[in-house]
Every structure is written in structure tokens, then in C-alpha cells.
């Protein structure tokens, strides 16, 4: 099992920045890649970045390209999300992303409220 915690999000106007943080507990040693997914009211949950553990392997939704940079600190279990000129259609709830174990199973933090006024 592997626990996550977000914290970070906020109100920001837009073209402002914030820094998303998830803390992972529990079998941490098992987790191969982390990520953040953001999900907007009446849309699906989507991935923004991701990062694996190992090789620091990245990869951002093409829209983020630039302005989002995806980070770990291991001996922290800590993987943030720097998110810079945020427009207002990246408003949303972003979750945190754990695969973990030979099934890559995936959990999930609670979510933290991110909202961009224009």
C-alpha cells in the first residue's frame, strides 16, 4: 500500500505560479513512477506530468510543455509539480499518482484545489 498527500494548491491569478507537493508513506520502495493528473467539474481526470523513479524519465501533456516542470526528491519520498504562467482552464483538482508494485497498481492522494482567476 502506498499513501499519498498533497499540498500546494490555492487561488492564483492567472499567469501566476504555485508548486504542488505529494509526500508518499508506506511501501515507497515499490513505487516506479509518480505523477500528477488534473481533473476539471464535468471533465475527465487527465495527466499533466509524470516522472519515474528510476531513470527520472519525464513526460508532460503537450499544453504544460514549458510552463509545468515535474520533480523528485527520493530521499523525501517528495515529487512536486512547479507550475508556471497558469492560464484559467488549468483550474481544477490535481491528484497525485503512484504506480507501486509488479501489478502497477495505481494510487491516488485526495487532491488539492487549484484555481486560476482571470
Known amino acids: 500500500q502506498v499513501q499519498l498527500v498533497e499540498s500546494g494548491g490555492g487561488l492564483v491569478e492567472a499567469g501566476g505560479s504555485l508548486r504542488l507537493s505529494c509526500v508518499a508513506s508506506g511501501s515507497i520502495f515499490s513505487i516506479s513512477a509518480m505523477g500528477w493528473y488534473r481533473q476539471a467539474p464535468g471533465k475527465q481526470r487527465g495527466l499533466v506530468a509524470r516522472i519515474t523513479t528510476s531513470g527520472g524519465f519525464r513526460n508532460n501533456a503537450d499544453s504544460v510543455k514549458g510552463r509545468f516542470t515535474i520533480s523528485r526528491d527520493n530521499a523525501r519520498n517528495t515529487v512536486y509539480l512547479q507550475m508556471n504562467s497558469l492560464k484559467p482552464e488549468e483550474a481544477g483538482v490535481y491528484y497525485c499518482?503512484?504506480?507501486?508494485?509488479?501489478?502497477?497498481?495505481?494510487?491516488w492522494g485526495q487532491g488539492t484545489q487549484v484555481t486560476v482567476s482571470s
Open positions: 499518482n503512484s504506480v507501486a508494485g509488479s501489478w502497477a497498481v495505481n494510487y
